[in-house]
């Protein structure tokens, strides 16, 4: 297992500071430069695969190695997705997305990307008002007794577990056996965070460590596993720094888990605050042995981190985390992956 990242570079000097901090794997989509040198994702429904031949291309000059890109199902709420119509179960105009989808795992095989992550998301993320962390940092947080909790249905309505359950299956049925026979992994995003079943009519079942049970054991195939992010994992415990080494045991053993997210929170279901790796109520080197024992061998990365002072707020945030996680991986002594080229993988 090795460092990576999954933030949008917004220039080349976002590629060139991964490089230098040592972060040589990415998951990140193609994009296009304007005239004062900043990058804007292109829409993946319109990627070919030339696009993603230059992408990967272009990453290599930087000695980065292109691990994972999103497809077109991604955390925001279906009134923002690209592919709405899937989570709503609407016919003919599902089928046609994920004919484009299909067509990006095939493109994917083609040029050498060995995996992609995606979201089966409704309402998208909420969370109540980011309060003050560690030396006046702004964190995310959920408080559930803060939340609006007679919110009103957004365009998917009221759904109830059942036509949700099938409106998942009705995708992965399309699409595992296509992603096995391309062998591209699939690595799907829990929903986060857990909320009680009802709120903005949805329930969340993708929330739940049992949904998410249920859910590698549909379509049951290699290919078929989960962007395992442990931040949202631990937000659907009640107690996340004692249960939540055996729901990495869980998943790794059955060779689940195609991606980490490496990320703390301090509290616990329905009342935490998102938090940098030291300072939470995960012991995160546990973490750290817990995955070298059942053998994981891909990406750990940061995906939230609090938002801190000066004028690279982002950028120095996550630098701390990417030395975390290497400072963490050495002390366990999990050998660092060098960089390589595709050619040589």
């Known amino acids: 297992m090795y460092v990576g990242t999954q933030v949008a570079p917004r220039n080349q000097t976002d590629l060139e500071v ?15 430069e304007d005239s004062k040198g900043n990058y804007k994702s292109i829409n993946p429904h319109k990627w070919t695969v030339e696009i993603l ?8 000059k930087f000695g980065l190695n292109l691990d994972i890109v999103q497809i077109p199902l991604s955390s925001r709420p279906l009134e923002e997705s690209q592919s709405p119509n899937i989570m709503l179960g609407k016919s003919p105009e599902r089928d046609k997305e994920i004919d484009s989808i299909l067509n990006i795992l095939s493109m994917c095989s083609k040029v050498g990307i060995p995996c992609v992550k995606y979201n089966m998301n409704i309402i998208g993320i909420p969370r109540s008002i980011s309060e003050k962390g560690r030396g006046g940092s702004t964190n995310s947080t959920f408080r559930w007794n803060k939340i609006n909790q007679e919110e009103t249905p957004g365009i998917a309505g009221v759904l109830d577990p059942d036509t949700n359950w099938e409106r998942i299956d009705y995708f992965l049925s399309k699409v595992v056996p296509v992603a096995e026979e391309l062998k591209v992994r699939l690595a799907c995003h829990p929903h986060d965070p857990y909320t009680p079943d009802g709120y903005k009519g949805i329930n969340r079942v993708l929330g739940t460590v049992d949904g998410l049970k249920k859910f590698v054991e549909l379509n049951e195939s290699p290919y078929h596993g989960l962007n395992f992010c442990q931040g949202t994992i631990t937000e659907m415990l009640d107690n996340p720094g004692e249960e939540i080494f055996d729901v990495i045991k869980y998943f790794g053993k059955r ?28 012991d995160m080197l546990k973490a750290l042995k ?3 024992s059942i053998g994981y061998e891909y990406m750990l990365m ?14 120095v945030a996550f630098a701390y985390c990417y ?8 002390s366990i002594n999990e050998p660092r992956k060098t960089p390589w080229t ?4």
């Open 53 to 60: 031949e230059k992408h990967i291309e272009k990453l290599k």
């Open 255 to 282: 060779k689940k888990i195609f991606n980490v997210h490496f990320r703390n929170i301090l509290g616990k279901k329905l009342d935490f605050m998102e938090v940098f790796p030291d300072e939470g109520s995960i």
């Open 18 to 32: 991964w490089s230098q901090l040592g972060v040589n794997n990415i998951c990140t989509d193609p994009f296009t």
């Open 342 to 345: 595709r050619k040589n993988k």
């Open 290 to 292: 817990t995955y070298q």
């Open 302 to 315: 940061p995906d939230h981190v609090p938002h801190i002072s000066g004028p690279n707020d982002s950028g």
């Open 323 to 330: 030395g975390y996680i290497t400072a963490g991986l050495q």
